[in-house]
């Protein structure tokens, strides 16, 4: 439920590995973070996109290592099976969503590359988001 | 105990407890948000700054992350423009944050507020969750929102190949993490951002092939009183042009994009002319590319102002925009705009915005010398804006350049015969009607990109001028980012509003 003192400290806790700060989000997952914090701005990351191994730069988000690699696409639409990568860049379009470490729908443009990540193709619908299922939203 | 990430006040309020909101929430931290904050804040009042950016900055101060060893704010932060403004602010920002007075919580995007007697209730997520969903509440008295802008496009056979992107993306993934998109790029559109995408680009080692400009430079010609206000603006132009000179970069006027070409990727762009009346002729030669960089201009972000219900306008370069009064107060008791939602015009109007919000909404004087200073600071710059925007329109017969089956909404993969048949065979003639009819601009990315083009098809299939109702049907987003259903569940019963429905959905 709406417990907000749980989720006040779900964050505060949580937080280093979720937002601010790169370096910390890597540190706190142990080694890898601390392999990178040694080979400073080297392409010490690499990341596993579709079983094929990609390096990348610390503070890349996975879709500018993606697209440094020349991976331009790694999404098919829905409806007329068509690639897709970056678009907006910023987090607004969604067309760049993939799944990372399994978790699906993720924007590659905002996600930060982190060594060892898995990347694999989200197929976008499998996943149904709010706003989809509550008819009500779009009447408001 | 200090939290590692989020600086400021060390002890968590529990944001739910009326009784110790926030004086001031700020949302977004770029130009406009940043200035918004301190000054707020200087002005003894207790500020929260939430922003969807992991740095501070905006799109305006995009920077790499801090090297190894180093922390964010240490003056090692290089920005491409007005660094030392931007250094000033992160100063301030870090003091009142050191003092306790400011909370300071990056990576969070705001995708609800709502507004009731206490104040205004402000629900986050982080933009980088864990496993489980997380929705964040705050409370704060006063509200200032600077949620800026959004590269704004025009379809175009061809655009949705990968390869082609927003030009501020592109400009994006160079500044905030040095990836080329893109070895020979084509940059096009219309504005003075167009050179300075191109100018950074090539400066990064791409090979700009050309910048094709919609407009023509001699619009600017009957402006020049409003140019002379901002000298600054014109000294920042001439150094994008010199530095396109400098690496050859083919200047075209009147030359827009005709069509994109490739298989699975960008191979190549054909270019048209405008004639006079804005409409294009036969697509030219193939030029072969990698990168095409598309910007419009910029479409403010609206969808937290609309939630509040806050009154708009039409601005000159036709984007619905906030109406605020000369203390940046939108007609909602207790809310404030600055920066681009009140009108595009660029960082250094945001910061004067932004720091006349913050005096407003900390109840400092607004009457004294340097409010007077900022109000013609601001009134110098919406000149200027206002005469940009005259010069650089969207071309009056962009539609013509859209085939049958060009998508219109990338998202949900409407095309432009569809959005046509909405109107000829169903008689929608405005766009929210068209909207329901074809589901353009209802995938995820809720109309931030196809919105603009939505609404010009509109109303240009009802054979008239687009309206702010137009605009505001595509530009209202019920949620302003997608969140999951557990998000929404944490919501609860209380708020009322997304009833049982969603949350059953989600269960069920
Ligand atoms: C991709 C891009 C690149 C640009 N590059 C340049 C450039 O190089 N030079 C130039 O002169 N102009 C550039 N601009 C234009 C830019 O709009 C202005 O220069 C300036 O940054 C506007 O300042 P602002 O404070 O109004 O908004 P912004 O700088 O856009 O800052 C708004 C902030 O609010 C945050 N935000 C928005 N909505 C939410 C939400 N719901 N929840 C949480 N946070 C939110 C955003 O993440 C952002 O950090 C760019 C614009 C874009 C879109
Ligand atoms: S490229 Fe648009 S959301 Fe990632």
Redesign the pocket.
Known sequence: MNDDRRTGDHSRTDDASRTGDHSRAHGDRGAHGDRRAEEEGARSLTLHFEGRALPARPGQTV?GALVAAGVTAWRTTRGRGRPR?????????????LTVDGRPDR????EPAVDGMRLTVTNPGEHPRADEEAPDADAR | MPTPVESGTSELRDPRDPRDPFDVAVVGAGPAGLAAAVTAAAGGRSVLLLDAGERPGGQFWRHPPPAPGSAEGEDTVRVHHDGARFAALRRALAHHVARGRLTHRPGHQVWLVTRDEDGFLIESTPVHPGTAPVTRRARARALILCPGAADRQLPVPGWTLPGVM?AG?AQALWQGQRALAGRRVLVAGTGPFLLSVAGGLAEAGARVVGVWEAGSPRAWASRLPAVARVPAKAVEGLGHVATLARHRVPYLTRTVVREVLGEDRVRAARPARLDAAGRPGPAGDEVPVDLVALGWGFTPSLELPLQLGAATRLDADGSLVVTVDDEQRADIPGLWVAGEATGVGGAALGVAEGTLAGLSAAGRPTEGRAARRLRARIAAHRAFARAMHLAHPVPAGWSDWLRDDTVVCRCEEVDAATVRAAHDTLGADDARTVKMLTRCGMGW?QGRVCGLATALLASHHAGRAPTEADLAATAARPLAFPVTLGELAELGDEEGGFGGDAVGAGEG
């Open positions: 879709g990568g970056l678009f907006c860049g910023i987090g607004l379009c969604f067309d760049c969503l924007r590659a443009c905002l | 927003a993306g990315c």
